[in-house]
């Protein structure tokens, strides 16, 4: 028994639910020993809307889903009745590849996709609104209230460089992105 991780494409932003649903399906028909595992890739991102920060969730790949499975035979019965189940459910197409035969996804890659998801809920990654030019309003710390432009984002750092006019003079000033907000 081989497991490996193949692509299927399904109906975009509907991902979470047709996964739900193929694992209920495949848990019924005593088939979640050929495909134990169908998640939906995704990192988790930090950002600001309406001046509050909430970390949601940003799918890696929208409309696809990663399945795990064992299905190197194709004329197993086994594997001709999960592959049957899932190309019942509603929403669900069928595995990436040539004329719809799966094509597994390699090792390296699906390490990569693996590491990023739990790279994420571990420490979200910053998303900042605001490029370099963009004219921003800065909205709490010393400087509120003031206007400026945006000389540099460090989203590692999850900063913006803001160059604000202070007595007539351009003065650049270290903010993090949510202390700043787009105009």
């Given at each position: 028994?081989?497991?490996r991780?193949y692509?299927?494409?399904?109906?975009?932003?509907?991902?979470?639910r047709i996964r739900?649903?193929?694992?209920h399906?495949?848990?019924?028909?005593g088939l979640s020993?050929?495909?134990?595992?169908?998640?939906?890739?995704?990192?988790?991102?930090?950002?600001?809307r309406?001046?509050k920060?909430?970390?949601?969730?940003?799918k890696?790949?929208p409309?696809?889903l990663m399945?795990?499975?064992?299905?190197?035979?194709p004329?197993?019965p086994?594997?001709?009745q999960?592959?049957?189940?899932l190309?019942?459910?509603?929403?669900?197409?069928?595995?990436?590849?040539?004329r719809?035969?799966?094509?597994?996804?390699?090792e390296?890659e699906?390490?990569?996709?693996l590491?990023?998801?739990?790279?994420s809920?571990?420490?979200?990654?910053?998303?900042?609104?605001?490029?370099?030019?963009d004219m921003v309003k800065?909205?709490?710390?010393?400087?509120?209230?003031?206007d400026?432009?945006?000389?540099?984002?460090?989203?590692e750092?999850g900063?913006?460089?803001?160059?604000?006019?202070?007595?007539?003079?351009?003065?650049?000033?270290?903010?993090?992105?949510?202390?700043?907000?787009?105009?």
């Amino acid at each position: 028994m081989t497991l490996r991780w193949y692509f299927v494409r399904c109906q975009s932003g509907r991902e979470k639910r047709i996964r739900d649903n193929a694992l209920h399906r495949l848990k019924i028909a005593g088939l979640s020993d050929v495909i134990p595992q169908v998640i939906v890739p995704y990192e988790l991102v930090t950002e600001m809307r309406k001046g509050k920060k909430r970390t949601v969730e940003n799918k890696l790949y929208p409309g696809y889903l990663m399945v795990q499975a064992d299905i190197d035979e194709p004329e197993d019965p086994r594997v001709m009745q999960a592959r049957a189940t899932l190309r019942s459910i509603d929403g669900l197409r069928d595995f990436l590849g040539p004329r719809g035969e799966p094509t597994a996804i390699s090792e390296s890659e699906v390490n990569d996709i693996l590491s990023r998801m739990t790279d994420s809920e571990t420490r979200p990654q910053v998303t900042i609104g605001v490029a370099k030019g963009d004219m921003v309003k800065i909205n709490s710390g010393p400087f509120d209230g003031f206007d400026g432009a945006v000389e540099e984002v460090n989203p590692e750092k999850g900063t913006v460089r803001v160059v604000v006019t202070i007595f007539g003079r351009p003065t650049p000033v270290d903010l993090k992105y949510w202390e700043v907000e787009a105009v």
